[in-house]
């Protein structure tokens, strides 16, 4: 890994594989094998509001394949592995704004939504009850300023990330008690523009740096690693929005203005893509967030298309 400056690059490509759903083929940049094999995907629908169809935000599975949504309504939807939804419930406050970060914590018994625009952490039961609350607006330790992105460790503490100026990660422990910070507003290593999606995984922090388009690396206790690449094969993202961990080892991260997802590896190499900006099959627009389960199920907020993508590699 070593710190570069990112350079866009504007194909998109994906393969299907002999097994899939989609009859679709996009062309590959000749030399470069940046396809991703995908088996099948399916679209989930978000129900309706009144007359009105929001779109999703931030995804988080549970321990049992169910799958924790965050649309922009203000609701936390929960859906069945066959993609139904099965239950909903409304956010304490959602006039100003709406939440824009879930996670399901390590013992599998409760959800830690970033509460945005009310510039708080909200806890809940995976069915809807409130069982804690923390965090005001401010810029010190324990304040927020739209807090958007959330992940846990193996020793439950929890990282919250948010943009707005303060453009750091802040830990907690599990009940919200105040550990460290790192990161600031910039441009530089080891600054953020909108850090919108984190993974935590073997002592390191993940962090989605949106608008400096790249993925920066944090010890778990604060301290700057750099930014994830290949020096060898540098690739481009366009607004990383959310990254998550596969099961594999790889981490598979979305692109908000290039409507795809990208498969990576742990040492930086490119793995594969899939997907581009649209609204037909294999189409995502404005794709906002994005988790994995253990069979590999990918599943994307496609948000501008108010619709989640499962993607099953």
């Known amino acids: 890994m070593r710190i570069r400056q990112l350079t866009l690059k504007t194909w998109y ?22 396809s991703l094999d995908v088996k099948s995907t399916h679209t ?5 509001i009144d007359t009105k169809f929001p779109g999703p935000r931030s995804i988080a599975f549970g321990p049992d394949g169910s799958a924790y949504v965050l649309d922009n309504g203000g609701r936390v939807l929960t859906y069945n592995r066959a993609g139904d939804c099965v239950g909903r419930w409304f956010m304490p406050e959602y006039d100003v704004g709406r939440p824009e970060g879930i996670e399901v914590t390590r013992d599998g018994k409760h959800l830690t939504v970033c509460d945005t625009h009310y510039h708080r952490i909200v806890q809940f039961t995976l069915d809807g009850i409130e069982v804690n609350r923390f965090g005001s607006r401010g ?17 439950e503490y929890i990282y919250i990330a948010e943009y707005g100026g303060n453009d750091r ?4 422990t599990r009940d919200g008690k105040y550990v460290l910070t790192f990161g600031s507003f910039g441009t530089g290593p080891g600054q953020f523009q909108r850090p919108s999606g984190m993974v935590w995984h073997d002592g390191l922090v993940y962090i989605a740096d949106a608008i400096n388009n790249r993925i920066q690396i944090y010890t778990d206790q604060g301290s700057y690693r750099g930014e994830l690449q290949d020096p060898e094969n540098p690739w481009a993202l366009r607004f990383p929005y959310d990254i998550t961990m596969c099961k594999k080892g790889t981490l ?3 692109e908000y203005a290039k409507g795809r997802i990208t498969r990576v590896g742990l040492e930086g190499r490119l793995l594969g893509r899939f997907g581009n900006s649209g609204r037909g099959a294999g189409q995502m627009t404005t794709p906002w967030g994005l988790d994995v ?7 994307v907020a496609d948000t501008g298309n108010r619709r989640l993508v499962e993607i099953q590699l």
């Open 139 to 155: 810029t010190g330790p324990s304040q927020f300023e739209f807090p958007v992105a959330v992940t846990q460790d193996d020793r």
């Open 13 to 34: 490509g994906f393969r299907i594989s002999a097994a899939g759903t989609l009859p679709l083929l996009l062309g590959c940049t000749p030399g470069q094998q940046h």
């Open 44 to 48: 989930w629908s978000i129900p309706a």
């Open 293 to 299: 389960d253990e069979d590999l199920r990918v599943l």
């Open 169 to 172: 990660v802040q830990k907690f």
């Open 252 to 254: 598979i991260i979305v």
